[in-house]
Every structure is written in structure tokens, then in C-alpha cells.
């Protein structure tokens, strides 16, 4: 009989401080930012009409506790979009890092339409787009004319990522936060 | 009868620690939420202009949701409850099969409304939201026959169609005709399959000789041209008093570049740019050929003094982005109207009950809606053919700036090219 009594003291003090805690929780607890790096971004194939660029971001999670995270970017290189993307939500453990890799396809007639309805001439889309995409390892596109590929020197500026962490804790408090990140140029790995 | 007590009081306590601290409450999240689908434009032919108007819609999503969410009075029980955004977006890079591959996942994700740039994106998924009962919003898109002939219809864009834009821009140089004799009235635009209509007899044509107009034809432009001399001097060869222009912001620098070196005076040829045809980087790219163009603007200027635009500024820092504002201002202005239409049927039938059917009627009921001043109003003059951009006006380029030459006017309903 004192065994239970005690048994439901030592459950209504456990309680008591899990309460405590929650409530004392919600008061102190102020996400702080997950710090995001560009770790590498490196061209997995190339050819004349396309460039497969996977960048490799690197994630750690400073707050003592799990936090789901959202993660969006834009890749730049040479002032130009590369492309954008919204990567798929995931777990990062208390104090933990860990990598999240996405692919972008870039596709060299899509960039030099893309150059053009921004009102470029074709002359002058070409000379933006050529020595940004021998940087990325792209390989001679076609209609270039003879001789011009050799002496066009690519671009070796860093590729740039900026975007939005959107962090969500156990209580579900979401905090938004921005991160700018770089890494030097892309190396071709096949 | 205390050990059953005990064990009842344990698994209370159990059941505490997995609501509270399991992986799977957090990623049911434990606040309201409703699935948003962003299929937005970065990459492809147009995500040099496509990229900020991106960037204002989703920021302003963003924004709304560090705000707290959507405030709203849950009907029920009369309190004033929040709902946030679960915002997804992939880029469609102006591509239609890529935008119904990212329809498919927004639908698996329980997407309740999606949003796409573009009008062939926003038509290819047109059919696939009229079967899932989905509502669409095609932002920085066209009205069409391949957007709206599905039943029942799901899909909303932003602007009109091509030839009631057209017929707008006619209607507003017809009342500005100061000539005695009819005015000769032509168009030049970029040759894109869902933009024929506007050449067809019973489109523009019908419309110009019904406003006491004469039509003299209109000119196909290539979608990636560098001279369009030939199809100038054939209008001006007919004696045009108006050329309205429809194109990409490339058109619209060519047309510039060759109306200039061919000298033709603005002040004796009306010339009117369409809303795709420029945005306010025209005086930038083509300063001394832009003078004295006419363009026709659904939306306000950067430069205007309005709460929008505050906004839309301040929301902008807030995300540490540059760039071009007046096209993100083009995007940032559909936040108001997801947004209201997302209170205005969580108040109509509450959190538990809302189905994608009642934000699709919400949506298409839109009336009047103060956008922070950056469009004349959201304003859904018919909802079973559902537009948002009801008005427009028209400023001219007078010395390197944009000048507004009208008051707000209403956008002409054709019926020809609509289905």
C-alpha cells in the first residue's frame, strides 16, 4: 500500500516537472538558424545541349533539439539563375549535420532563348552564355561558329546559392530564415 | 482496482511524451495548415522576366505566413482562428509537360489550390485540375479557349485574353481619335499558336470595323527574330494610324530598335505595347528608341506611392533580394487575392470542412478587392470565365520615364477566341 502511495507521488512529480518544462520550454526555446553551406556543385554530365549540375549542401543543426527543415535556393553563376528549387522537408537531429543533394538540369538553348526574351541579340546572348557554360564544363554547342570555342575563356567565378530555411520545432513554431552561401566553380566528375 | 488506475495513469503519460515529442507531430505540424502548389518560373525562355514575378508571389506567401498566417473567423464558433500556408514550388521553366509533372506531385502532396505562372503551363494542367477538382490560378497568364474548355472549370488567369487586351487598347485610341476620317488600326505580334486568334476575321477585325475603325491586318512576328523592318513598312505602307504590339520584352526592344531606325514618328503613328510586350526595364534597354511608345498596364509602377508597393518593398528587404520591381510587383499583387480567397472560405465553412471546391469558389468570386493599390482591383466580372485583371491603363515614355496618360479602363469582353 505505501509502495502504490509512493509509486503515484514519484508519477505526479514526474508530470509535474514534464509540465514545467513544456510550459518553461515554450518560453525560452528561439530557433536559432541552421547554418547552410554550399559544400561542392559539380557538373555529373555534359554535352553540347546540356549541363547536370548537383549541388551538395551541407546542414547542421545548432539548437539542442529535432527541427523538421524546408530548405529553397537559386544557384547563381556569373549573375545568372541556374536554376532554382525547393528541396524536400527533412529531419535534422539536435546538434547534428548532414548533406542534402539536388540536381539541375541546364539546357543551353532554353538559356540563350531565356537570354534572348530578356532582350539580348543573339550576338549578345552568345557572348554571355559561352564562357559561362565552358565554366560549367559544357561542352561546344552547336552553331558556334568555327574556331570561336577555343578562344572563348570560361567563366571561374564561385556559384552562388542564396534562399530560405523554413524551421519548424516540436511545439510546430515555424521561423523563417535566409542563407547566402558560395562554392569555387564546378568540376566535372564523369 | 489502483494497479488498473496506475497503468491507465502511465499510459496517459505516454501517450504525453508521443504527442509531444514525436518525429510525426512535428511533421503533421501541430498548427492549421493548407497545401499551396507553386509552379513558378526560373529557367527557361522567359525566367528572365518570369524569375521576379516568382519572387514576389512566393515571397509574399512567405511573408504572410512570418506574419502568423491567415487570420480568419472560424464560423462555428465565431473565433478569430490563423491557418498558415504549407507552401510547396518547383520551378516549371516555362515548359508545359514539366508543369504537369509538377501538377501530379502538388496533387499527391494534397495541394488544395495551385498557382502557375504562365499561360501554356497554367493550360496544360487546365484539364487535370477540371477532373481532380482543383482550383488553378494562372498568374502572369492569359485567358484561352485551351484554359477554359474544360467542364467544370477549375482554372482562373490573371489577364483577359490576347484579343480583348487588343480590343482594349482600341477601344481607349478610338476615344482619343481626334482625326475626321476612320483611323487605320493594324498589330504586330509575336507568332505563337494560342495567339492566332487575335488575326482570325471575327477577332480584332470585328471588333475594329464595329468601333467605326478600318483594320489593316495584323503582322506575324517570329518567336526569336532580329529585324521586323519588312512587317514595319507593310503597315506603314498602308497608311496605319495605330500599331498595337504583342510580343515578349525581346519583341518589344526589336520593334523599338526598328521603328527608330526607320523613323517613324510616334506622334503620327500611335504605337501600343500589350502588358507582355515590356515591363519597366524598357526605358533602361532602349532609352531613346522607347520615346513616345504607349503601354498598356494592368498593373501599377514601382515608382508609385501606394501600400502595395511599401509593402511589396519592405517584404522584398526583409528576403534580401534585388533586382527588377516592377515585375515582382506583378507577382507580389496575386498575394492579396489567394490570400482573401483562402479567409473568405475558411469563414464561409471552417478549417475541418474546406474543400478545394469551396477556395475555387471563393477565388472565382472575387470582387473588388483592394490589392494594396497595385491593380485597378481583383475583381471577377464572371465567374464561370474567371480573370482577375479587370482594368487597365495606359502611360506613355516621355522623357526616359513613364508618364500615365488614362484613368483606369475597363478591359473590353469579346466573346470570339474565348472557347
Known amino acids: ?190 | 482496482m489502483k494497479k488498473s488506475a496506475l497503468i491507465v495513469f502511465f499510459a496517459g503519460l505516454f501517450t504525453i511524451f508521443t504527442i509531444n515529442f514525436s518525429p510525426l507531430a512535428m511533421a503533421q505540424g501541430i498548427g492549421k495548415e493548407i497545401t499551396v502548389g507553386l509552379s513558378l518560373t526560373y529557367t527557361g525562355p522567359l525566367g528572365g522576366t518570369a524569375s521576379s514575378i516568382s519572387d514576389g508571389f512566393l515571397d509574399h506567401l512567405m511573408w504572410i505566413n512570418n506574419q502568423g498566417g491567415i487570420e480568419y473567423n472560424e464560423p462555428g464558433t465565431g473565433k478569430s482562428e490563423r491557418v498558415k500556408m504549407k507552401i510547396k514550388w518547383e520551378d516549371n521553366a516555362y515548359n508545359s509537360s514539366k508543369s504537369l509533372s509538377i501538377y501530379k506531385r502538388f496533387k499527391a502532396a494534397g495541394a488544395m489550390v495551385v498557382c502557375s505562372l504562365g499561360s501554356p503551363t497554367g493550360e496544360a494542367i487546365s484539364a487535370s485540375l477540371s477532373r481532380d477538382r482543383v482550383p488553378g490560378v494562372g498568374f502572369y497568364a492569359g485567358a484561352s479557349p485551351a484554359g477554359f474548355r474544360h467542364e467544370p472549370n477549375y482554372y482562373s488567369t490573371s489577364s483577359s485574353t490576347l484579343t480583348e487586351e487588343f480590343c482594349t487598347s482600341v477601344k481607349w485610341f478610338m476615344s482619343d481619335w481626334k482625326g475626321t476620317r476612320p483611323p487605320k488600326i493594324g498589330g504586330m505580334s509575336m507568332d505563337a499558336p494560342s495567339w492566332r486568334p487575335m488575326g482570325e476575321p471575327g477577332g480584332v477585325k470585328a471588333y475594329v470595323e464595329k468601333a467605326g475603325g478600318k483594320w489593316v491586318g495584323i503582322e506575324w512576328v517570329p518567336m526569336i527574330v532580329t529585324d521586323t523592318s519588312i512587317q514595319i513598312k507593310r503597315l506603314v505602307s498602308k497608311g496605319v494610324d495605330a500599331i498595337v504590339v504583342f510580343g515578349g520584352i525581346s519583341h518589344g526592344i526589336v520593334i523599338a530598335k526598328d521603328m527608330f531606325r526607320l523613323g517613324i514618328d510616334f506622334k503620327k503613328v500611335k504605337v501600343l505595347y500589350g502588358t507582355p510586350t515590356w515591363d519597366e526595364r524598357l526605358i533602361d534597354l532602349v532609352p531613346k528608341e522607347a520615346e513616345g511608345i504607349i503601354v498598356s498596364s494592368p498593373y501599377t509602377f514601382s515608382w508609385e506611392d501606394l501600400p502595395g508597393v511599401r509593402l511589396a518593398k519592405k517584404v522584398r528587404e526583409w528576403r534580401g533580394r534585388s533586382g527588377e520591381m516592377g515585375s515582382y510587383l506583378r507577382g507580389f499583387v496575386f498575394g492579396y487575392g489567394l490570400k482573401a480567397a483562402l479567409k473568405s472560405a475558411l469563414e464561409k465553412v471552417g478549417y475541418e470542412k474546406i474543400t478545394p471546391t469551396d477556395i475555387r469558389d471563393a477565388l472565382f468570386s472575387l470582387k473588388d478587392l483592394d490589392a494594396g493599390g497595385l491593380m485597378y482591383k481583383i475583381n471577377v466580372r464572371e465567374p464561370d470565365y474567371p480573370q482577375y485583371c479587370s482594368h487597365t491603363r495606359f502611360a506613355i515614355v516621355e522623357g526616359g520615364r513613364f508618364k500615365i496618360i488614362s484613368d483606369w479602363v475597363e478591359m473590353e469582353k469579346v466573346e470570339y477566341g474565348r472557347r
Do not use: H
Open chain 1, 1 to 190: 500500500m505505501r509502495s502504490i502511495k509512493g509509486v503515484w507521488r514519484i508519477s505526479f512529480l514526474v508530470l509535474a516537472i514534464v509540465l514545467c518544462m513544456q510550459a518553461v520550454g515554450a518560453e525560452c526555446k528561439e530557433l536559432k538558424p541552421i547554418s547552410v553551406e554550399l559544400e561542392s556543385c559539380n557538373a555529373i554530365y555534359s554535352s553540347k545541349d546540356n549541363v547536370c549540375l548537383v549541388p551538395t549542401f551541407k546542414l547542421s543543426n545548432p539548437n539542442d533539439q529535432l527541427i523538421l527543415a524546408t530548405i529553397d535556393y537559386s544557384l547563381r553563376f556569373g549573375g545568372q539563375i541556374l536554376g532554382s528549387a525547393q528541396m524536400p522537408t527533412i529531419y535534422l537531429p539536435s546538434g547534428g549535420a548532414m548533406d542534402q543533394r539536388d540536381a539541375i538540369v541546364l539546357v543551353y538553348k532554353s538559356w540563350f532563348a531565356r537570354l534572348y526574351f530578356e532582350g539580348k541579340s543573339p550576338g549578345e546572348a552568345m557572348k554571355i552564355l559561352l564562357p559561362l557554360w565552358k565554366g560549367l564544363d559544357g561542352k561546344e554547342p552547336a552553331k558556334v561558329p568555327e574556331g570561336m570555342w577555343s578562344k572563348i575563356v570560361a567563366t571561374t567565378s564561385k556559384i552562388e546559392a542564396d534562399g530560405s530555411i523554413t524551421l519548424a520545432d516540436e511545439d510546430g513554431t515555424e521561423r523563417i530564415f535566409f542563407f547566402k552561401t558560395s562554392v569555387q566553380g564546378s568540376k566535372q566528375l564523369n
